[in-house]
Each structure stands twice: as C-alpha cells, then as structure tokens.
C-alpha cells in the first residue's frame, strides 16, 4: 500500500492526514511534507495516524525530527492514533512521553 499524505485547517491548527505504510521507502514524503509545513508557519501541527497500517523505526525517526524542527521553530506537533500496534510502538520505544498523542482528531481542541 502506498502513502498518502493530506493536510486541512481545523481551526488554528493544520492537520496531516497519513494513510498507508511509513516506512524506509515511504518516509522521505512524509519528512518532506512536515519539513513544508513547518517552515511555512504552521506551528500548531497535528499528524493524524488513523489511516497507518504500518509505521517502522523510519517512519518513527520522522515523526521525532518533524517534533525537533517544530519546536526549533516554536511550535509543536502532536499525533492522533487509536491502533493499539502503533501505540504499543510508541510505548516501547519511551516516545509516548515525548509526543502528545490523541485517541481521536475531535479529542485535540477538546
């Protein structure tokens, strides 16, 4: 499955939709997409994950530098996610402390 990346305005926040696998081959587009994002002034960005089948270390190893430049730029980045095996990866690794994570988009403002 390939990956598809969209963004939205909900409010003062943008939202990165991600559907698909984020992996080695797949994660340039996504670091490419937040690196725009970011540098445009989108500081209040949230990446939706609900539509990832797959995420490995790679994609991982994205979302973490997407946070850094973020907050490089005085901003932040959150996640919204409710698969229980890409949790679990969140979990394992330490980083469910490191980013905010969401169990639904309508739970970001609420």
């Known amino acids: 499955m390939e990956l598809s990346l969209s963004s939205s305005n909900v409010g003062e926040r943008t939202v990165l939709s991600v ?10 587009q996504l670091r490419d997409r937040l690196t725009d994002l970011i540098d445009s002034g989108d500081s209040g960005l949230v990446v939706d994950l ?5 995420l490995d270390s790679t994609g991982i190893g994205t979302l973490v530098a997407g946070l850094n430049r973020a907050a490089g730029a005085g901003g ?15 979990r394992i690794t330490g980083l ?6 969401y169990p639904t988009l309508g739970a970001v403002d609420a």
């Not at 609900?50 to 797959?54: P, Q, R």
């Not at 469910?96 to 994570?101: D, N, S, W």
């Open 50 to 54: 609900s539509e990832v089948s797959f």
């Open 19 to 28: 559907a698909g696998e984020v992996d080695v081959y797949s994660a340039p």
């Open 76 to 90: 932040g980045l959150s996640l919204v996610c409710n698969q229980d095996r890409i949790l679990k990866l969140f």
């Open 96 to 101: 469910e402390g490191v980013f905010t994570i």
